[in-house]
């Protein structure tokens, strides 16, 4: 199936990276089996759509014993709705492109539910309908000898070409309003669809901020109304019953400011803030956009402001390997709420949090007390034999729960390391008592890992925290030099841009 134009900033947003085969049927997701008439290997990527249970469906990882979800597959965020993914091979499902409906679903407790990809670009299926009413016009003409009942064939036949024309309508506007809310995750990691909402102004930040009182607490989306412009994101953190906390996980592209709304929070009243405008991206910083179908190219921000080619192009695959986000952990954050506090001086590890590329730490989520307090950062690189050496270790402050966010972070995870989380004492920090979820495990040792420590796995008790990794970002402030087009594979990008210093907003991507 043919990419549609846009294929860069659905790539960038909204796809998975591809899997080698897909399900026909309920499966029992364990051990090595035949899957649409190709037996599955160790580490294959595997998309699992026909579960009876379907809260079960999702990409996974195929392995002698049990299969786990796949890295970048395993939180609401990444299974949202208008999420694709591409099947390599197998009998029925080689080539076909298949797309996640379900509005951000809990993992683990609310059904997955994917379905055949629907392509956005629609025309030749409008132009199809209108062909269909104009062949039931002429049928109708040629049959006036028989008009009564050719009458009632081509109002059939009309009728029919209507309600079609409407569900491509229906389609279009869902197809539209997923590209909108995928496109909006774009802000704030230094991509942009157009060079002028790159140099334009964004939601940047807030000031007079009145917590109000009676809300429900947790962390919620903001909403924006109202100004004029489109396209910001964020988050806000509700404790004691009031907004404690505002995350501006995407500028948007304003001219106006637009006003925020806290009504995801029930129960909340007279809580307010003020946006705060500023431009995306400032003089002396760089910015990604595409250039041709599936190419980025980098620009420069120089006085004026203007927009000045820098000349270095990579695909969007490359682009989202450098500077793309992931959030690890599948632990709900719900703090004391069914949690139960963690006493001991073990580190605790997530997996997931192992990758073969240099990332930052920018977010922290954990289910926390409601006392302010801190918590114990310990980054350790997996040895060839398992074992955990210490790389870096940080002790940073964490605000009241029961779920805290510590944002604007840039802490340095480096290639073949993971991130683990230590109790300080100072505060409370809880744990989820049972089989952690998607049949995941964690890794912990009893103290701050030395040099080659031996780690400990098992599948129950997870700690309540997720972390957001991002690549390096593609905004960095240095001279300009003169434009020449550079090509960059991804090993020679992420070489490229190790040598350089980069500069990180204090923003969340999504």
């Known amino acids: 199936m043919a990419r549609p134009a846009t294929a860069a900033v659905r790539l960038l947003t909204g796809e998975r990276e591809p ?32 579960q009876a249970d379907p809260t079960q469906n ?42 996640f409906s379900a509005d951000e679903p809990a993992v683990g407790s609310d059904a997955v539910t ?17 062909s269909l009413r104009d062949a039931t016009q002429l049928l109708k003409d040629a049959t006036e000898a028989s008009a009564g009942q050719a009458a009632a064939s081509a109002a059939s036949s009309l009728a029919n070409a209507g309600q079609t024309s409407a569900d491509v309508a229906f389609t279009a506007a869902n197809l539209a309003s997923a590209q909108a809310a995928r496109d909006a995750s774009l802000y704030g990691k230094g991509i942009f669809p157009t060079m002028a909402a790159a140099i334009g102004f964004g939601v940047n930040g807030f000031s007079a901020l009145v917590g109000g009182a009676g809300g429900t607490d947790g962390t919620f989306d903001l909403a924006f109304t109202g100004g004029a412009g489109s396209r910001a994101a964020g988050r806000f953190v509700v404790a004691g019953g009031a907004v404690t906390m505002i995350l501006i996980t995407a500028p948007g592209s304003y001219t106006m400011a637009p006003s925020f709304s806290f009504a995801a929070s029930a129960g909340l009243a007279g809580a307010s803030a003020t946006p705060v405008l500023a431009r995306n991206v400032e003089v002396g910083e760089y910015f990604w956009t595409e250039v041709s179908n599936g190419i980025m190219g980098m620009y420069t921000v120089a006085a004026g402001p203007i927009a000045v080619d820098t000349g270095v192009r990579a695909s969007a695959a490359e682009v989202v390997t450098l500077i793309g986000s992931r959030t690890v952990g599948p632990v709900p954050i719900t703090g004391s709420a069914g949690g139960t506090a963690v006493t001991n001086a073990s580190v605790y590890y997530w997996p997931g949090s192992l990758s073969v590329v ?42 009241a729960g029961p779920s805290s966010v510590d944002s604007g972070l840039s802490i340095l995870k480096p290639a073949g390391s993971v991130m683990g989380l230590q109790r300080t004492g100072a505060g409370t920090w809880y744990y989820t008592a049972g089989a952690i979820p998607n049949g995941e495990s964690k890794w912990f040792t009893a103290t701050v890992p030395t040099s080659h420590t031996t780690k400990t796995v098992d599948f129950v008790n ?14 960095r402030r ?33």
Do not use: C
């Open 114 to 130: 994917i379905a055949p990809f629907v392509p956005p670009d629609i025309s030749a299926v409008v132009g199809a309908v209108e």
């Open 478 to 510: 240095v001279q300009p030099t003169t434009p020449q087009t550079i090509w960059l594979t991804s090993s020679a990008l992420s070489r490229w841009s190790a040598g350089r210093t980069w500069s990180t907003p204090a923003r969340i991507p999504r």
């Open 462 to 475: 997870g700690p309540q925290w997720k972390a957001t990794f991002t690549g390096r970002s593609a905004q």
């Open 58 to 99: 999702g990409i996974y990882t195929v392995s002698e014993g049990e299969w786990f979800r796949a890295a970048d597959a395993r939180t609401a965020r990444t299974l949202q709705k208008g999420t694709t993914v591409h099947t390599q091979i197998g009998s029925v499902n080689a080539g076909r492109v298949f797309e």
């Open 358 to 399: 240099d990332e930052f730490l920018s977010s922290l989520e954990l289910g926390f007390g409601a006392v302010a307090g801190t918590i114990h950062i310990v980054i350790a690189q997996v040895e060839g034999d398992g074992t955990l050496t210490l790389v870096s270790e940080q002790t940073i402050p964490v605000v």
């Open 19 to 50: 899997v080698r085969l897909a399900t026909t049927a309920n499966i029992l997701l364990r051990r090595l089996q035949t899957i649409d008439g190709v037996p599955a290997e160790v580490g294959d990527r595997m998309l699992v759509k026909d």
